[in-house]
C-alpha cells in the first residue's frame, strides 16, 4: 500500500488543518489507520488511530479534544482534524496502516508510510 499525505501548511496557534490520506492503487477499507507525527530532533509519535469501521478512535493525550480522527471507506480516504493548533504540534504528519491483528499504538506495528505533509504552528 502506497500512502499519500496531504493538507499540511503554516497556521497561527489557534488555528485549524485537516489532513488527508489516500491510497495509490489500493483500498483503505481493510485496515485500521493511525496518525503519527515526527518533529525536528524527536522521534516519531502516535498520534490517533481508527479501526477500519470508524467506529473506535484513540487518541494521544497531548491531543485529545483538539483532534479528531475519522475516515471515509466510501472515499478511500483517512482525515485528522487539527483543531486548536499549538506551536509544539509542529511536525512532519504520517499516516500509515497497522499491519497487526490488534489494537496498537506502537510505530513498529504500522507500516507502509507515505512521504509525510509539514504542518507548521506559529506563535
Known amino acids: 500500500v502506497q500512502l499519500v499525505e496531504s493538507g499540511g501548511g503554516l497556521v497561527q496557534a489557534g488555528g485549524s488543518l485537516r489532513l488527508s490520506c489516500t491510497a495509490s492503487g489500493r483500498t483503505l477499507r481493510s485496515y485500521a489507520m493511525g496518525w503519527f507525527r515526527q518533529a525536528p530532533g524527536k522521534e516519531r509519535e502516535f498520534v490517533a488511530r481508527?479501526?477500519?469501521?470508524?467506529?473506535?478512535?484513540t487518541y494521544a493525550d497531548s491531543v485529545k479534544g483538539r483532534f479528531t480522527i475519522s475516515r471515509d471507506n466510501a472515499k478511500n480516504m483517512v482525515y485528522l482534524q487539527m483543531n486548536s493548533l499549538r506551536p509544539e504540534d509542529t511536525a512532519v504528519y504520517y499516516c500509515?496502516?497497522?499491519?497487526?491483528?490488534?489494537?496498537?499504538?506502537?510505530?513498529?506495528?504500522?507500516?507502509?508510510w507515505g512521504q509525510g505533509t509539514q504542518v507548521t504552528v506559529s506563535s
Open positions: 481508527i479501526t477500519w469501521s470508524g467506529t473506535i478512535t
Open positions: 500509515a496502516v497497522r499491519k497487526v491483528p490488534y489494537a496498537t499504538m506502537s510505530i513498529e506495528d504500522f507500516g507502509s
